[in-house]
T-cell receptor, first 112, second 114 residues
Framework: EAQVTQNPRYLITVTGKKLTVTCSQN?????MSWYRQDPGLGLRQIYY???????DKGDVPEGYKVSRKEKRNFPLILESPSPNQTSLYFC???????????FGDGTRLSIL | KQEVTQIPAALSVPEGENLVLNCSFT??????LQWFRQDPGKGLTSLLL?????REQTSGRLNASLDKSSGRSTLYIAASQPGDSATYLC?????????????FGKGTKLSVKP
């Protein structure tokens, strides 16, 4: 089944403890992207990747890191999480940046 | 700076009604525009994608139009059904070297009552 898989789905953690949210797609998509969704602010793009080893900042990249070492995986790294990074995070992928995006089911992060 | 606005924020209609959702954007230099649907607790599902050179796209009961010069797009839903109840979001893909950078509106929450 074609899908975008995020792990974990839920996480409660504490300020400053490094964490990684994984994203994997099985559709051989070139383009991948991370978003966060917050009440009143909507969906905002954090980082995106046009292909392996190519990443670009979205609109809210501060406090996040990404890497794209292989086509199927695009992990989101929070080196020193803070409470303002509490949010619902989505990973998405598509064949290219100009094609429809497929979204994962989301990861709800709570940072205390 | 590109800004995307969706009005109204919420809409309630009786089943069977035809309806239009609106999306406006401030910078006409876009690569494409997508309409998505989001059900509660779920990720987004892409409904229609319109390239900047296109005027409209259709899929079943859905029709999306794009007027780049005026910075507007509409999503038309024909013969609405309770299963259409969801939040609908539009997103523009910025052009001019920032392809891949998507800017989302805050969505219209649609409720279709039986």
């Amino acid at each position: 089944e074609a899908q975008v898989t995020q792990n974990p789905r839920y996480l409660i953690t504490v300020t400053g403890k490094k964490l990684t949210v994984t994203c994997s797609q099985n559709m051989n998509h070139e383009y991948m992207s991370w978003y966060r969704q917050d009440p009143g602010l909507g969906l905002r793009q954090i980082y995106y990747s046009m292909n392996v080893e190519v990443t670009d900042k979205g609109d809210v990249p501060e406090g996040y890191k990404v890497s794209r070492k292989e086509k199927r995986n695009f992990p989101l790294i929070l080196e020193s999480p803070s409470p303002n990074q509490t949010s619902l995070y989505f990973c998405a992928s598509s064949f290219t940046f100009s094609r429809p995006q497929h979204f994962g089911d989301g990861t709800r992060l709570s940072i205390l | 700076k590109q800004e995307v606005t969706q009005i109204p924020a919420a809409l309630s209609v009786p089943e069977g009604e035809n309806l239009v959702l609106n999306c406006s954007f401030t910078d006409s230099a876009i690569y494409n525009l997508q309409w998505f649907r989001q059900d509660p607790g779920k990720g987004l599902t892409s409904l229609l994608l319109i390239q900047s050179s296109q005027r409209e796209q259709t899929s079943g009961r859905l029709n999306a139009s794009l007027d780049k010069s005026s910075g507007r797009s509409t999503l038309y839903i024909a013969a609405s059904q309770p299963g259409d109840s969801a939040t609908y979001l539009c997103a523009v893909n910025r052009g001019g070297g920032s392809q891949g950078n998507l800017i989302f509106g805050k969505g219209t929450k649609l409720s279709v009552k039986p």
